[in-house]
């Protein structure tokens, strides 16, 4: 998963995550509001440090740029009551979901990165591996030339039985995670059961053409 998925200005999205399943809700209201960035705009880090410095939240909500709108939302919540919950829950819920879903991204990341520390083959599927097919369908491996190798994402229906665990319950304990952590008994629409993902990107019918590069890419990618 690229940078985006963590955010390029502010890369939180996979600590609010985390916070969340963890059920630190203090922590992924702290992240999202306060959290400074050198990579975020000057304008944007001093509404953060007034945010942090705040001596109430209804005289900070109206200096705040509209853009600042998840911001605004939460210091809204709170002031109205401290509860860490509901202030979450003003989140829009495609947010709330994407906040869990980057942080199953990026326990993804580190399961290939240490894979390939390993030295596992992260190319060629063999006996015993998760597979997609020609169709995008999942199954195990049968020796099919079109098959890609398939990695797990983690969720609370999290299947173990692949190469990867190894990796996987190594991260996951160093995280402080668990896998029945992923169902969020507090927000339960945003729990996530898992899944598999291709371990590479397959790149198709590849051909340029003067200044013109032209390709296809497998279901779910995308090239920058």
């Not at 709170?78 to 509860?83: E, G, Q, T, V």
């Not at 520390?117 to 020796?143: A, H, I, S, T």
């Amino acid at each position: 998963f690229g940078y985006q998925r963590f955010g390029s200005r502010r890369p939180i999205t996979h600590l609010v995550g985390k916070a969340i399943v963890q059920k630190n809700y203090q922590q992924a209201i702290d992240f999202l509001l306060t959290y400074s960035s050198k990579y975020d705009t000057e304008e944007n880090n001093h509404y953060r440090r007034l945010i942090s410095e705040r001596k109430s939240d209804s005289e900070v909500i109206k200096q705040l740029p509209k853009s600042m709108d998840i911001e605004i939302a939460i210091l809204k919540s709170l002031a109205k009551s401290d509860d860490e919950i509901t202030a979450i829950r003003s989140i829009p819920l495609q947010m709330r979901r994407f906040y869990v879903q980057a942080y199953q991204s990026y326990i993804f990341n580190k399961t290939l990165s240490l894979a390939f520390d390993y030295g596992e083959d992260l190319l060629n599927p063999k006996e015993g591996d998760v597979c997609f097919d020609r169709n995008y369908m999942l199954g195990k491996f049968q020796n099919d030339p079109h098959q890609r190798l398939a990695v797990p994402l983690v969720g609370h229906s999290y299947f173990p039985k692949t190469r990867f665990d190894f990796y996987i319950q190594k991260i996951l304990k160093e995280e402080e995670i668990s896998i029945q952590d992923f169902f969020i008994k507090d927000f339960q629409e945003i729990s996530i059961e898992g899944g598999f993902r291709n371990s590479l990107i397959q790149c198709n019918n590849f051909e340029i053409n003067n200044d013109t590069v032209k390709f296809n890419l497998s279901r779910g990618s995308y090239a920058t």
